[in-house]
């Protein structure tokens, strides 16, 4: 079992910046892939952005050179961090863990944490 705790939304105005914070915990972790998504009311939730164990990385066209995903494998934590942000970037954010044992995946997830972008 993994436990997940994502952090660091809030209101911030267009133009302005937050960084969000993930960390996992639970026993024998080996989280092969930690992702962002977003989700608005009424809409599918969306990838914003996910990096791999040996750090590779890919994002959603909507966030390309504004957002930045990082992880640190030893202390099994991701942030997101967000630049110039947009209106449209409102949603509730929520990390993502998967691991892989042989062909089985497990998907857990954050809480989520709202990101307001408006003036």
């Known amino acids: 079992q993994v436990q997940l705790v994502d952090s660091g939304g809030g209101l911030v105005q267009p133009g302005g910046s937050l960084t969000l914070s993930c960390e996992a915990s639970?026993?024998?972790?080996?989280?092969?892939?930690m992702a962002w998504y977003r989700q608005v009311p009424g809409k599918q939730r969306e990838l914003v952005a996910r990096?791999?164990?040996?750090?590779?990385?890919s994002y959603a066209d909507s966030v390309k050179g504004r957002f930045t995903v990082s992880r640190d494998n030893a202390k099994n934590t991701a942030s997101l961090q967000m630049k110039n942000l947009k209106p449209e970037d409102t949603a509730v954010y929520s990390c993502?863990?998967?691991?892989?044992?042989?062909?089985?995946?497990?998907?857990?997830w954050g809480q989520g944490t709202q990101v307001t972008v408006s003036s």
């Open positions: 639970g026993s024998k972790l080996n989280i092969n892939v």
């Open positions: 993502n863990a998967v691991l892989m044992l042989g062909a089985m995946r497990f998907d857990y």
């Open positions: 990096i791999s164990s040996d750090g590779s990385t």
